[in-house]
């Protein structure tokens, strides 16, 4: 427990544990379901089933308080856990950030302090028949709709290499690993996705490459594909090979190619508005 905890008061007039706000880990592993925290019966709102979680610290962002918070009361390792959206609820003066993530290593859960009675893995469809956190249970099925779904974001690098006057022509491999670098970051500050403007998501980042720009390398953060013929072909290809459940984003203006990849399901980006995130 930080030292500034306190409650606080938001508008609607509850109590809230938090003096900069509070967030969650909702973590799933598709073998086992939601780590649940059964609240130990001297907590706030104790005996019920809520997520691991607990107050912001100051200049701490709710994907490190939630994973450090995770941590703290279940064992659960930062390196283990791959954040991937997060959805915050504003209570007026007061708001809570329920953080999605996937178990990417071995999470070996255990009850470490005493906030905890117990913690449980419980099948995504069991989750609304527990008793759940008042806060916890009225959020649920909205983050039901997105729990086990990623943000996958394919860019067509020749594109949106062409859509800026920067001389690009003259050195396409370079020019390609410019972009490749000034998305990486993306993958860690997170963006909205224009479908679900209320989420702030992590994306996955494809980079499609064709021609001189083939042999660009990926880096952490961006996969790098080389187009085997055309960009457009391999683009079709990346969305059509994707997890049917996530959300795809296509960074391109060409109208064919986004003509091809809605039919497949995908959303398409322009040049603009993705460069406007890069700046």
């Known amino acids: 427990m930080f030292a500034e905890d306190t409650f606080v008061t938001c508008a609607q007039g509850h109590r809230h544990w938090g003096l900069h706000g509070a967030a969650g880990l909702l973590l799933t592993d598709p073998a086992r379901g939601v780590l649940?925290?059964?609240r130990a019966w001297w907590t706030h709102h104790g005996r019920t089933w809520a997520l691991p979680g607990g107050a912001l610290r100051p200049g701490e962002s709710p994907a490190e308080a939630a994973t450090r918070e995770?941590?703290?009361?279940?064992?659960?390792?930062?390196?283990?856990?791959?954040?991937?959206?997060a959805s915050t609820v504003d209570h007026g003066g007061w708001g809570y950030t329920t953080v999605l993530a996937v178990a990417t290593g071995s999470v070996c859960e255990r009850v470490r302090n005493r906030e905890s009675s117990e913690l449980r893995w419980v099948p995504v469809d069991e989750v609304g028949e527990y008793r759940l956190h008042r806060d916890f249970a009225l959020a649920w099925p909205g983050l039901r709709t997105q729990v086990g779904r990623e943000l996958v974001l394919v860019v067509d690098a020749a594109n949106v290499m062409g859509s800026r006057p920067d001389g690009w022509w003259r050195d396409r491999a370079g020019a390609a690993a410019r972009l490749r670098d000034q998305l990486a970051p993306l993958a860690l500050t997170g963006m909205t996705a224009p479908t679900l403007p209320d989420w702030c998501w992590w994306p996955r980042i494809v980079l499609v490459v064709e021609g001189q720009a083939r042999g660009v390398p990926a880096v952490p953060g961006v996969e790098v594909v080389p187009a085997a013929r055309d960009g457009d072909s391999e683009i079709v290809s990346v969305v059509r090979d994707a997890r049917p459940q996530d959300h795809l984003l296509v960074a391109t203006a060409d109208r064919e190619l986004r003509s091809r990849i809605e039919a497949e399901g995908a959303t398409p980006m322009s040049p603009r508005s993705l460069l406007a995130l890069l700046t």
């Open 36 to 38: 649940l925290q059964h």
């Open 70 to 85: 995770a941590d703290e009361e279940a064992a659960v390792p930062p390196a283990a856990v791959r954040p991937v959206a």
